[in-house]
């Protein structure tokens, strides 16, 4: 005894848990309160990295902390293992995906056996289980039956490297984001789930997020959903019968508008220019070829000259009468309102831009000089000299009866006129589109949809759920832009459930996203063939109170997961309608201040780091690295450090020298107040994610009983166990192995995982505080109530920790910091 051997003591206790299965949540009628602590579930693609111990380990720290808390935790784990990585890389071995896949599988989950993390493995799930995506197809009908899913032809972002749609959430900068490859635009007949009819609730419903998710999340969703409120105004189109449609956010512009153009790759476009001289059609042929080459934030740019084709067709405009030339140009989106708009180059930039360039008349309809923009006379400002829209707010000039309005009564006022004459209403457009969700790949949810001869489109009858995937040793899976398997006769070959005619399956399979944005809620009951999830249990359960993972699904993930949440609400499935209560994201972990990465060669391996240190000591290392949100720098990471200090905790409780039991009101008061401001400061600290301190705090704990062992106060006062008790029932959160180690030392029975944090003591939280000063740059900018005792280091954490502080750095770096305990921090940022 006297040496740490952290593998031995692993084994030994991962032995234990798994013999005993002591993190099993309790069922329906365990009355204790409930608590959801959930990871982001992983994606096989590999074994597991540097990311996931992060990211593993603080919802393993909350869910322990929640048991000592004496909650029923639920802390689930599976595996997100449908998609496209797996796939490729399968072909490129000429493996099977699942076979690849389940091996990933396999090797993760040993990791996260060593890394001690305190899985419910019970409820261990695979989206990629006939068992789990039968409900993906179950979903997927009963969207279809409420109209929430359904087909269309549209414009659509095709990836050529993988040779399948993505979704909008799925083009990063243009680009396609799992392999980079730059996205273009393709003609397609796709299904869609209409996340847009829940566009307000989506928006409206993050304001109650606001506090509980970072608020850089809740913004790059409220951008994402990007709600435009202005009017819908009907157009009569020369030699048409049926009107167009245009969105505008400021309808109270109307009579500037002097063209109208539509998005080349629209239907709009192509039937326009159906009548059109032969040179016409060749052109805008020859425009359009380009125009689908390019992305859509080219398209937006307002660096490129403008370009487009005149269509050699009239719109009218409703109240004056007026006939506006159509033209086709890039720089209208087809998939953005109506995809064509009223053009008034007076007040928009684009349209300004556009009308120079062709030569197309500018008439100013809101005298600018009557609002912020000034003294200049309306002459000076005349755009199409300068070059510049008039975009500020004015009185409205040569607008009929308008004239003399501001802007706001200038909108009300024209909506009121067009709904009376008949065309046009007050309306919303979200930048937000649609979820495509079909893919033209194998390794998926294939559709439960069925093609009859007669050309419906019919769902596979629930007795004949779920479709199966084929084995994918009978099929060519290269990309070739059509699923796999549509190419399996057999498979794909069925009966029309009406008539019993020959008919095809759907080929496509689904989004993986979709498996995603459902599964916290089959961890109630991973294996039931009954239902998706019972719901009884789900009200009990859910929504999630802890949910941690990386910024990467800011959009993706976190917004398909809010919405299919909202759909189960509304089918009277679950009784919530957000399924996250709160949310973390944590930084990433970084080498020498870069992105880890194979390519890079600067990878840290985690199975390398957990063989070397063992888990605790990694556990530890990583907690104490810094703030969860922060990126951590693995070179200031120090897993020997770690290790040195679980070895003197161990040799803490190998030194008590009390029995079990010992009244530990006799024992030393200094120690003892120690080991209770720890009992007391920790529940807020770990409730606030501020888990480097929380290691921190145990690193004094453990210093002031070894110091009390060494000296004066000796092995055999009471106080000393109590400390040893306190640290192990603390250091359970990290580093889980040898806080059941010290337990199982300090006479008491397996697990220390599972006992229940006592009160600390008030009598002895009582202490001598001084006012420390906080300085940035020679400036006052907080002051802290601080133990007269506390060292250089807790009072600079707390100082940077200061929200005070953090405000008055407003994102400046710390250059310098002096500290001189307990009463002053000086940070100088220059
Ligand atoms: C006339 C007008 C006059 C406009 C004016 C703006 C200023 P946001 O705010 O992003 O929603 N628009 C509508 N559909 C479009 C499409 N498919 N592609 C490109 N542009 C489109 O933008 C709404 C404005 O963008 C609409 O209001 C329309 O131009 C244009 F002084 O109508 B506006």
New binding site residues.
């Given amino acids: 005894d006297g040496v740490f051997d952290p593998h031995a003591i692993q084994a030994k206790w991962q032995q234990r848990w798994a013999q005993q299965d002591p993190f099993r949540a309790g069922g329906a009628d365990d009355d204790r309160p409930r608590k959801y602590i959930l990871a982001m579930f992983p994606y096989p693609s590999g074994d597991l990295h540097m990311g996931h111990a992060e990211n593993y380990l603080y919802s393993d720290v909350v869910a322990r902390y929640w048991r000592h808390r004496g909650y029923n935790v639920l802390n689930p784990i599976g595996w997100d293992s449908f998609g496209l990585p797996a796939e490729n890389a399968a072909i490129l071995r000429g493996a099977d995906p699942r076979e690849w896949t389940y091996a990933n599988i396999a090797q993760q989950k040993e990791s996260f056996h060593q890394y001690g993390v305190s899985f419910d493995w019970s409820r261990e799930l695979h989206t990629s289980d006939p068992e789990y995506y039968r409900w993906n197809q179950w979903l997927f009908q009963r969207l279809f039956e409420r109209g929430l899913a359904y087909r269309k032809s549209s414009p659509v972002n095709w990836c050529p490297n993988d040779q399948t749609v993505l979704a909008n959430e799925q083009v990063v900068d243009g680009h396609c984001e799992r392999c980079g490859a730059e996205v273009v635009k393709k003609k397609l007949t796709q299904w869609y789930f209409r996340i847009t009819d829940y566009a307000d609730r989506l928006l409206d419903d993050l304001d109650a997020l606001e506090g509980h998710w970072p608020s850089k999340v809740v913004q790059m969703q409220r951008n994402w959903i990007g709600r435009?409120v202005?009017a819908d105004i009907d157009f009569e189109i020369e030699g048409r019968a049926d009107k167009v449609t245009?969105?505008?956010?400021?309808p109270d512009?109307l009579y500037g508008a002097t063209f109208f153009v539509v998005?080349p790759d629209s239907d709009l476009a192509a039937e326009l220019v159906g009548d059109a001289p032969a040179h016409v059609r060749l052109q805008f042929q020859e425009y359009l070829g380009r125009v689908q080459k390019q992305t859509d934030i080219e398209r937006q740019s307002t660096e490129r000259p403008k370009t487009g084709v005149f269509l050699g067709r009239y719109a009218i405009n409703p109240v004056n009468g007026q006939r506006l030339p159509i033209w086709a140009a890039d720089?209208?989106?087809?998939d953005?309102?109506?995809?064509?708009?009223?053009a008034?180059p007076a007040?928009?930039q684009r349209?300004l831009d556009f009308a120079r360039a062709f030569d197309l008349p500018v008439k100013v309809v809101v005298d600018t000089t009557t609002g912020a923009e000034g003294e200049a006379s309306l002459a000076e400002l005349d755009p199409t000299v300068t070059g510049q829209a008039l975009?500020g707010e004015g009185r409205m000039v040569n607008s009929g009866a308008l004239d003399g309005r501001g802007k706001k009564d200038a909108i009300a006022g024209m909506i009121a006129e067009l709904e009376q004459r008949g065309s046009g209403r007050a309306a919303t457009?979200f930048r937000l589109r649609d979820w495509l969700i079909s893919r033209q790949r194998f390794w998926g949810t294939p559709i439960p949809m069925i093609h009859t001869d007669d050309g419906r489109i019919v769902p596979v009858p629930a007795d004949q759920l779920p479709v199966l995937l084929p084995q994918a040793k009978d099929l060519d899976l290269k990309p070739k832009g059509q699923s796999p398997l549509g190419a399996a006769t057999e498979w794909v070959t069925t009966t029309d459930p009406a008539t019993g005619a020959p008919a095809r399956r759907d080929p496509d399979t689904m989004d993986t996203f979709v498996d995603s944005s459902w599964y916290f809620l089959r961890f109630m009951s991973p294996a039931s063939d009954a239902h998706a999830f019972p719901s009884d249990e789900a009200a009990r359960w859910a929504p999630v109170d802890f949910y941690i993972g990386g910024v990467e699904h800011a959009i993706l993930h976190l917004l398909y997961a809010r919405f299919i949440t909202k759909v189960l609400h509304d089918m009277g499935l679950v009784d919530f309608d957000e399924p996250f209560s709160s949310l973390i994201n944590q930084g990433m972990v970084i080498l020498d201040g870069a992105k880890m990465s194979k390519s890079k060669g600067n990878l840290v391996v985690f199975q390398d780091e957990l063989d070397a240190h063992g888990a605790d000591a990694l556990r530890t290392a990583l907690a104490f690295a810094g703030p969860v949100e922060d990126d951590k720098d693995w070179a200031d990471v120090s897993a020997t450090g770690a290790t040195k200090f679980l070895a003197r905790a161990l040799r803490v409780a190998q030194d008590v020298a009390t029995p079990a039991g010992a009244d530990a009101a006799t024992g030393d008061a200094g120690l003892r107040r120690i080991a209770h401001r720890v009992l007391a400061d920790v529940p807020a600290l770990v409730e606030h994610t501020k888990f480097n301190v929380v290691v921190a705090r145990l690193m004094e704990l453990v210093n002031a009983t070894r110091k009390a062992i060494d000296s004066g106060v000796g092995p055999a006062d009471p106080a000393v166990r109590e400390a040893a008790e306190v640290t192990a029932l603390v250091l359970d959160m990290v580093a889980p192995h040898t806080a059941e180690e010290m337990w199982s030392i300090l006479g008491h029975e397996p697990f220390v995982g599972l006992a229940v944090w006592p009160a600390a003591d008030e009598a002895l939280l009582v202490e001598e505080t001084v006012t420390a000063i906080v300085q940035i740059d020679g400036k006052v900018r907080a002051t802290l109530e601080v133990p007269t005792a506390i060292d250089a280091d807790e009072l600079e954490a707390l100082a940077r920790d200061d929200e005070r502080v953090q405000r008055s750095l407003a994102g400046r770096d710390i250059r310098r910091a002096v500290v001189r305990a307990p009463k002053v921090v000086s940070f100088s940022t220059k």
């Fill in positions: 435009s202005g245009v969105f505008s956010t400021r512009t998005a720089y209208v989106l087809a953005y309102g109506h995809g064509a708009v009223m008034v007040h928009d349209d975009v457009t």
